[in-house]
Nanobody
């Protein structure tokens, strides 16, 4: 079983920064992909950024140049550094881990950007 615990959400003014963390535990050895998703009220959940065990990254266009995903494989932790935040970034942010075609999810952390 895999457990994911997010932290680092909060309230920030537009233009500010936040850093999210997600610590994974359990059977996560070998290749996996860790990702951040978000879901705003009334909208579908969307993939924000992902990173493989080897460090290959992908981002949704709306956050390119503002968000950076990284991971510490030794600590089984993935981070999302968010800068130049906009009110439209307001959402619940979820961490996920994909391993052997199975997806595991964290409980989510709220990010609110005020204008």
């Amino acid at each position: 079983q895999v457990q994911l615990v997010e932290s680092g959400g909060g309230l920030v003014q537009a233009g500010g920064s936040l850093r999210l963390s997600c610590a994974a535990s359990g059977s996560i050895g070998g290749y996996n992909v860790m990702s951040w998703h978000r879901q705003a009220p009334g909208k579908q959940r969307e993939l924000v950024a992902s990173i493989t065990t080897g460090g290959n990254t992908n981002y949704v266009d709306s956050v390119k140049g503002r968000f950076t995903i990284s991971r510490d494989n030794g600590k089984n932790t993935v981070f999302l550094q968010m800068t130049s935040l906009k009110p439209e970034d307001t959402a619940v942010y979820f961490c996920s881990l994909r391993r052997y075609a199975r997806d595991y999810w964290g409980q989510g952390t709220q990010v609110t950007v005020s204008s």
